[in-house]
């Protein structure tokens, strides 16, 4: 491998490391801004707070493995079960926060005319703080999809792999050897079937 390459892969890893990194602190920052400016559901703000609060928290507990005492370390790692745990409710009630708006949602226009004075349109959500929080959902089951079918192929080549390896040592293997065909097939009928005549 050459050295362009470990260094390009490298910077690769270091701007997805410093992606992730930010993108909480992002999440934070538009959910505590917007907190007040979402009336179609007041909860998609809170729901990136506290996202970016907790993703925030988790990533400093995972970079501080390499770097703290051994009590810090393992008190983090208690915490790690009952935060995912958390994660997977908060994921599902912005699920139904999100999605619930999405039919109503007006993410243009904050105020409307009605009998004849301008008053706060109710179906509003600031635009960065819906589709922020409707893409971050959408990604986690673009994601988890990905990670299916990657799976799924993964066993697959691996299955073929396996029977082609059984296959060459021990050709008894095959599924459709002579000697299968032959045992299934040793009388001329089978279930009333007349099989001499195919």
């Not at 971050?136 to 079918?149: G, K, S, W």
């Amino acid at each position: 491998m050459s050295a362009l390459a470990i260094v390009s892969v490298t910077a690769g890893c270091t701007a997805l490391m410093i992606l992730l990194l930010l993108l909480p602190i992002f999440v934070f920052v538009v959910g505590l801004v917007n907190m007040g400016n979402c009336p179609v559901n007041p909860w998609i703000p809170t729901y990136l707070l506290v996202l970016g609060t907790i993703v925030i928290f988790s990533n400093l507990s995972f970079l501080s493995r390499s770097c703290c005492s051994e009590k810090v370390v393992t008190c983090c790692n208690c915490l790690q079960l009952p935060l995912n745990a958390f994660l997977i409710v908060w994921f599902i009630l912005g699920n139904i926060w999100v999605y619930g708006s999405l039919g109503e949602v007006n993410t243009s226009n904050s105020t409307i005319i009605h009998n004849s004075t301008l008053v706060d349109n109710p179906d509003y959500c600031d635009p960065l703080t819906y589709w922020l929080a409707f893409w971050l959902i959408t990604l986690v089951y673009v994601a988890l999809l990905v990670t299916i079918v990657a799976g799924l192929a993964t066993v697959g080549a691996l299955r073929r792999h396996i029977m082609g390896f059984r296959a060459k040592r021990h050709p008894s293997w095959r599924e459709d050897s002579e000697e299968t065909r032959a045992v299934f097939f040793k009388s001329e009928t089978l279930w009333g079937l007349d099989f001499a005549s195919s």
